[in-house]
């Protein structure tokens, strides 16, 4: 009897769910006709995972052009009791962007403009749909660029913001959470918030830009952000060290880092990992640990990291140093 009276209140629920997302859907139709989707194959692109998690996709794709849309969306979601994701350029291998309760996925693809560079303050606002590639290659004209590297160029700089990207330059640029110096967010009860203003020497209130980045979506949708630039380095060098022991390369890295050589990327690959890489891309390297560096500076400061790094690897163990 208990089994046969949770079985129908579940029924219940479900069907209470279902009739809401489908009042949702028609909100959403009326407010922004062909800007909202629901065809199967959209709805499956828009939660599309490379893990082990089955494709979970939303009830409805909208295709977002500004704040306002944003807010419209969030106070029928919150009306209706429907879950909200919010799409950036689909690049996370994690799930982030399935819907296992169904819902709105919000794409942000209309959304990528570069509103201001501030050249001088070396900072600059973008909407969340902005690319890392657009971003860049915008701003290559300027001798700056935006060095958070996830390893997706095609990544948008919202979506990395939710996630607090960080990639391979994050040992001398550090992650988004260093990088994002204010934001424009739409909160759950579709208020508007911005969480900084552009003066960096301030200490007045909660630190909100901190607590958004990396909160994937759950405590804010992101339609503004303003983000860190680096003048892009007079000289870029990079080199492979294969070690003869793991142990010898992590004290070549914990050395680097204590002498501050501001080696801007580090990535080790253990002997299985080279194994592996070998079997697929045939490159025919040492099965040992290996460090995969690159330096940045002026043609000088360049090569005297090279060379500092070079005396380290080799008291510790590297094998070559190329």
């Known amino acids: 009897s208990a089994a046969v009276s949770l079985w129908d209140h579940k029924m219940t629920t479900s069907a209470a769910k279902s009739r809401e997302i489908s009042t949702a859907?028609?909100?959403?139709?009326?407010r922004f006709g062909e800007r909202m989707h629901t065809s199967e194959a959209l709805r499956?692109?828009?939660a599309h995972t490379l893990t082990w998690l089955a494709n979970q996709p939303p009830d409805a794709v909208v295709?977002?052009?500004n704040t306002q849309d944003v807010v419209d969306v969030v106070q029928i979601a919150r009306e209706y009791c429907a879950p909200i994701i919010p799409f950036g350029a689909g690049t996370s291998l994690e799930g982030h962007i399935n819907a296992p309760e169904g819902g709105i996925s919000l794409d942000f693809a209309g959304m990528n403009k570069i509103l201001q560079v501030n050249e001088r303050d070396l900072d600059c606002v973008v909407e969340p749909g902005v690319s890392r590639r657009q971003l860049n290659e915008y701003l290559r004209d300027r001798g700056l660029f935006f060095p958070v590297d996830p390893g997706a160029e095609?990544?948008?700089i919202g979506g990395m913001a939710a996630t607090r990207a960080s990639g391979t330059n994050a040992v001398k640029y550090g992650t988004m959470r260093e990088n994002v110096l204010n934001c424009t967010a739409v909160l759950a009860d579709g208020s508007?918030?911005?969480t900084g203003q552009r003066a960096r020497k301030s200490s007045a209130g909660y630190d909100l830009t901190r607590l958004l980045v990396g909160s994937e979506g759950t405590l804010g949708i992101f339609t503004e952000l303003t983000v860190r630039l680096y003048g892009i380095?007079?000289?870029i060098l990079a080199a492979v060290c294969p070690f003869r022991t793991l142990e010898g390369a992590c004290n070549a890295v914990i050395q680097s880092i204590q002498l501050g050589l501001g080696v801007a990327r580090m990535e080790l690959l253990d002997?299985?990992?080279i194994y592996a890489v070998n079997v697929h891309s045939k490159l025919g390297l040492e099965e040992s640990p290996t460090l995969f560096l690159e330096f940045h500076g002026t043609e000088v400061s360049a090569r005297d990291q090279v060379e500092m790094f070079r005396q380290l690897a080799e008291a510790e163990g590297a094998i070559r140093f190329d």
Not at 25 to 30: E, S, T
């Open 25 to 30: 859907l028609k909100a959403l139709k009326q």
């Open 44 to 46: 499956r692109q828009h």
């Open 63 to 65: 295709f977002i052009e």
């Open 154 to 156: 095609e990544a948008t």
């Open 192 to 194: 508007v918030i911005k």
């Open 233 to 235: 380095p007079e000289r």
């Open 271 to 273: 002997e299985t990992q």
